[in-house]
C-alpha cells in the first residue's frame, strides 16, 4: 500500500483554521464534549482488546482518530433528531447517548445488548433515543436516512436526520440517487461524510478524482461545505447550520469532515499503514490533545480535564463489567425479533 496522499499530511489539515478560541460556546459545553471524546476512545480501546480476547467473533471498525466528528456533529443535533450511521458509527452511536453498558453488550452479543445481542459492533440501535441504527451494507444506511427525513417532512415534525458515511460511500449509486431525491423533495436531511482517506486500503485519491468530496454537491444543487474533521467545533458550526437549513424547510446540506483513521479498517482486516513513520506524523493531528491544548488556553484546568477522563474511563470500565456479566440470549429466542 501507498504511503498517505500528499493531501491528507499533517500539515494540510493543521493549515485548516481552527476557530475554537472565536467560538461562543462556553467552556462547560467543550468540557463535556472533551468527556465524550474519551469516552468513545476508551470505548474503541475495549473493543479492540475484546476482539483480541476472543470475546466476539465477526470484526468491528474502530473510529479513534474520528471522535471529534461524533461530538461535534452529535451536539448540533437535537435529542429528537435521528442518526444513522456504518460499521464505523460506536462514537454517533455514544454522541446520541446511548447506553454505553448497553452498547458494549451487544458488540459482547450479550442479551442486555441494545440490539438484543443480535446486532453486534455493526448493527447498534436505539429508535428510543433517535438512533436508528449502524450498517454493515456501504451507502445502504444513505437511502434509509433519506426516508426517514422524508417522513419528517410529511408529519411536519421539526426534526431533522443525520446520516453519516465514508468518503468511498460516495462512490456508491446509493449516495447519488438520495442526494438526488433528497434536493428535489427538500427534506430535512444532513449528509456528513467522514473522509478519514482511506476505503479499506484504497486510498481516497485513488479513487475519487476530486480534491474534496463536498464538490459532489454541485452538481445535485445542494450546498456542499469541508470542515476539518479532527476538531469539534468547525463540525459542530457546519452541522448547525445544516441542521438549521434543513429545518427551515431549506433541503439537505452535505458536510464533508476531512479526518483521519488510526487503526485498520477493522480489527480483521487489512489497511495498516504501510509507511508507519508517515502514520507517526499523522497521529500529529489526533483530536483529543489538540482540543485539550485549545480548553486549557480558554481557561480549563489540568485538574479538570483529568477528572473528565477518569470519569470516561470508569464509564467504560463499567461498561465492560456489565457486558462481561451478561447472559447470552437463550437459544429458545432465536425466532424473537424476526418476522416474515
Ligand atoms: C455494498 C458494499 N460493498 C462493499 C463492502 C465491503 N466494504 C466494507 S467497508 C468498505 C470501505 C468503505 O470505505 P468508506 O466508505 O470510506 O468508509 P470507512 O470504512 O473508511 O469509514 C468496503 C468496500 C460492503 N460492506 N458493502
Known amino acids: 500500500m501507498k504511503s498517505l496522499p500528499a493531501a491528507w499530511q499533517a500539515g494540510a489539515l493543521s493549515a485548516v483554521k481552527n476557530i475554537i478560541m472565536k467560538t461562543e460556546l462556553d467552556l462547560n459545553t467543550l468540557l463535556y464534549w472533551y468527556e465524550q471524546m474519551w469516552t468513545i476512545r476508551y470505548f474503541e480501546d475495549n473493543a479492540i482488546g475484546s476482539f483480541r480476547k476472543g470475546l466476539f467473533t465477526g470484526s468491528t471498525h474502530p473510529c479513534i482518530g474520528q471522535e471529534a466528528i461524533a461530538v461535534g456533529a452529535g451536539a448540533a443535533l437535537r435529542e ?9 458509527g460506536h462514537g454517533h452511536a455514544i454522541a ?6 448497553r452498547l458494549m453488550a451487544e458488540l459482547l452479543c450479550k442479551e442486555t445488548g441494545c440490539s438484543g445481542g443480535r446486532g453486534g459492533s455493526m448493527h447498534l440501535c436505539d429508535v428510543s433515543k433517535g438512533f436508528w441504527g449502524t450498517n454493515a451494507v456501504v451507502a445502504a444506511h444513505i437511502p434509509i436516512a433519506g426516508g426517514v427525513a422524508l417522513s419528517n417532512k410529511l408529519k411536519k415534525n421539526g426534526r431533522v436526520t443525520a446520516v453519516f458515511f465514508g468518503d468511498g460511500s460516495t462512490c456508491e449509486g446509493a449516495f447519488f440517487e438520495t442526494l438526488n431525491m433528497a434536493v428535489l423533495w427538500k ?11 482511506f476505503a479499506i486500503s484504497v486510498p481516497t485519491h485513488m479513487a475519487i478524482p476530486i480534491e474534496n468530496i463536498a464538490q459532489r454537491a454541485q452538481g445535485f444543487g445542494l450546498p456542499g461545505v469541508t470542515v476539518d474533521g479532527n476538531d469539534p467545533v468547525p463540525v459542530y458550526n457546519a452541522v448547525s447550520e445544516a441542521a438549521d437549513r434543513a429545518r427551515r424547510g431549506e433541503g439537505p446540506t452535505l458536510v464533508e469532515c476531512k479526518t483521519t483513521r488510526w487503526e485498520r479498517h477493522s480489527a480483521i482486516s487489512a489497511g495498516k499503514y504501510e509507511n508507519e513513520e508517515e502514520a507517526m506524523k499523522w497521529k500529529k493531528v489526533d483530536p483529543i490533545p489538540r482540543f485539550t491544548k ?3 488556553e480558554k481557561g480549563a484546568t489540568e485538574f479538570q480535564l483529568k477528572e473528565l477522563q477518569e470519569r470516561a474511563k470508569k464509564v467504560n470500565d463499567e461498561a465492560m463489567e456489565f457486558a462481561l456479566k451478561s447472559e447470552y440470549p437463550k437459544p429458545e429466542t432465536v425466532g424473537d425479533f424476526v418476522f416474515a
Do not use: S
Open 80 to 88: 429528537t433528531d435521528q442518526v444513522l450511521a456504518t460499521y464505523r
Open 96 to 101: 446520541k447517548k446511548l447506553d454505553v453498558k
Open 187 to 197: 427534506v430535512p436531511l444532513v449528509l456528513v461524510c467522514e473522509n478519514n482517506g
Open 294 to 296: 485549545a480548553l486549557l
